[in-house]
């Protein structure tokens, strides 16, 4: 028994990291999915995309709120609350919002895609500049093959323009926001449960977009049904669903891979608005899209000897 007993705790221990891992993945694919139908309601809204993005977060906030208390229901050790992080998290996503909105106005949707997708190159920029941590050699080569799929997804309908120059710009501002949230979320998860991260972060956030919207639109109320319903599937799938399932993830899986989710996003974008809209995938965009799935299984993390 002496002989069989130490390996115990160490094969126990490998069983519940599969498991973790494993859960964070299908939470990572489930966030991909459920915040790539966004760009399709936006444009069945009847408010302005500021206006829009307001809503998505208000109307999330009594789902976030019960599901916190029923996480905080069961003790996880994991219950703090408002920890710089978790601000933080708030004002990137809110500045994420704000200029992916604005950009889509100012330049092509491809152009604002595409510099959006960005996001995983600033994730590794910032982590190794402010947090010194160190990306592996497989992440690094599987984020370009992703960086090199998404180009493809968009490269057919991307344009320079001088005349898009403050969109794109704005497209790159975009980029750089959400690589910072994902940093800030996978600081914040360390200490607060992803329930408690995705509440809090959201009351930050929609107090920015409420204010950003009645300044630039003014008129944020939606005049139909179909505007309500529009509103409320992106409050319920893209940022309940999206941003809780994103949460969750990034408490069980590195957020350097855990930001290649933005190119899951970009294929399943691609299939909606083929479905929703009448958008065909070109070859060239299937191509991308195997790329991308490509660099992620190489980005994939390594269980440790």
Known sequence: MSDTSPSLPSQTQSAHDRIEFLAGIAALIGAAF???ISPSLV???DVGPL???????FLALPILWMWMRAEEGAPTGKTR???LPVFLSGLFFAGDLLLWHLAIMKTTIANATFFATMAPLWVVIFGWLVLRQKAEKSTLAGLGLCLVGGGALVYQSMSLNPAHAIGDALGIG???FFGLYFLAVGAARKETSAA???FEMSLVTVVILLAAALVIEG???PHTALGWGVLFALAFVSHAGGQGLLSIALGRLPTIFSSLVIFIEAI???GFAWVLQNEPVSVTQAIGGAVILAGIWIARPRAKD
């Open 34 to 36: 459920a915040m790539s």
């Open 43 to 45: 444009r069945f809204a």
């Open 51 to 57: 206006s829009s993005a307001f809503w998505r977060v």
């Open 81 to 83: 609350s408002w920890s």
């Open 174 to 176: 975009t980029g750089v």
């Open 196 to 198: 408690r991260v995705t």
């Open 219 to 221: 008129d944020i109320l």
């Open 268 to 270: 399943a974008a691609a």
